[in-house]
């Protein structure tokens, strides 16, 4: 089993960066494939990016590809967010999530896809 915690949210203005972090408990972790998620105000939880858990796999929506980086850390067992040029339409409490995956290379872009969910961490961007 895997427990997440994610840090690194914050207010900023439009246009400047955050990077979140994910810290994963478990042996296992270098086993996981990781993802980040965003629910804004009044509508669903929506897929960010996500990384397989050997790094080599990553893919990220359209909205936010050639802005936010998603990487890892096995031997910190972490996952960071790299979110560079934020909009006030990226405003969202960001949640990390983690499953285990039987490919190295697997990724998952559905909330249904992931097994382990952290508690969640606010990124407001004001314009």
């Known amino acids: 089993q895997v427990q997440v915690v994610e840090s690194g949210g914050g207010l900023v203005q439009a246009g400047d960066f955050l990077r979140l972090s994910c810290a994963a408990s478990g042996r296992t972790f270098s086993r996981y494939a990781m993802g980040w998620f965003r629910q804004a105000p009044g509508k669903e939880r929506e897929f960010v990016a996500g990384i397989s858990w050997s790094g080599g796999s990553s893919y990220s929506v359209d909205s936010v590809r050639g802005r936010f980086t998603i990487s890892r850390d096995n031997a910190k067992n972490t996952v960071h967010l790299q979110m560079n040029s934020l909009k006030p339409e990226d405003t969202a409490v960001y949640y990390c999530?983690?499953?285990?995956?039987?490919?190295?290379?697997?990724?998952?872009?559905?909330?249904?896809?992931?097994?382990?969910w952290g508690q969640g961490t606010q990124v407001t961007v004001s314009s």
């Open positions: 999530a983690a499953v285990e995956a039987y490919t190295s290379e697997y990724v998952g872009i559905e909330n249904i896809d992931y097994k382990y």
